[in-house]
């Protein structure tokens, strides 16, 4: 199946730098890649949706200039968490869904775990 | 609806009984459903999937049935194996006409203890 692949794995840094976390489809080629996060003992939350070459799509709620999201290529997307606080300490995680035909299938990345202290 | 979970629920099970997971889903629109399996650590796996024109669809050890008329989604683990303790989300693509995004429930955490 697809692979995605997401660096660092973890990253903790202190509180106001900014964390870059990139996300790879390492054998297709993604048009639209998801960011999400994932507080403990609960769900995923949809942040946002990446589409190559044009801006983010981001859902209600999540700030578009504290989570910047870059997606230059069809293999790349990286979510930059501005001025990084102690309460965006979370599990991030991103998506990939594949380019026609194949569009409806959306593959995991293994996560991000991200501590501020 | 939204994911509103502060805690998630917990099936416990005995190695080889088989499993129920229930979740019910908010939009009527939804016309594809999944169900993935999260370990502790590691993103989502995808298990099985299936869509509104179909109640019922089958994979290896696992089932899901899909009820729409009361938005309600299960999936069935036969013979659960001690390497199926796992969170288990449903997720639901509440736009039809084409894939867009996927919304996901609040989980439920399998215990299988042998």
């Known amino acids: 199946g697809a692979v995605v692949s997401q660096h660092p794995s973890w990253v903790i840094c202190k509180s106001g730098t900014s964390v870059k976390i990139e996300c790879r489809s390492l054998?297709?080629?993604?048009?639209?890649m998801f960011w999400y996060r994932q507080f403990p003992k609960q769900s995923l939350m949809l942040m946002a949706t990446?589409?190559?070459?044009?801006?983010?799509?981001?859902e209600q709620g999540v700030e578009k200039d504290k989570f910047l999201i870059n997606h230059a290529s069809l293999t790349l997307s990286t979510l930059t968490v501005t001025s990084a606080h102690p309460e965006d300490s979370s599990f991030y995680i991103c998506?990939?869904?594949?380019?026609?035909?194949?569009?409806?299938?959306?593959?995991f990345g293994p996560g991000t775990r991200l501590t501020v202290l | 609806g939204e994911n509103v979970g502060l805690h998630l629920p917990t099936l416990s099970v005995q190695e080889g009984d088989n499993s129920i997971i229930n979740c019910a889903y908010s939009n009527s629109a939804s016309d594809y459903f999944i169900w993935y399996k999260q370990e502790s650590g590691k993103g989502p796996q995808f298990i099985i999937d299936i869509r509104s024109n179909m109640d019922k669809r089958q994979g290896q050890r696992v089932t899901v049935l899909l009820n729409k008329t009361v938005k309600h989604l299960s999936l069935q683990i036969a013979a659960t194996q001690p390497g199926d303790s796992a969170v288990y989300f449903c997720?639901?693509?509440?736009?039809?006409?084409?894939?867009?995004?996927?919304?996901f429930g609040a989980g439920t955490r399998l215990a299988v203890h042998p």
């Open positions: 997720a639901e693509n509440p736009f039809s006409g084409g894939y867009n995004k996927l919304i």
């Open positions: 054998d297709f080629q993604a048009t639209t």
């Open positions: 990446s589409n190559e070459g044009s801006k983010a799509t981001y």
């Open positions: 998506s990939a869904r594949q380019t026609a035909p194949h569009q409806n299938e959306q593959f």
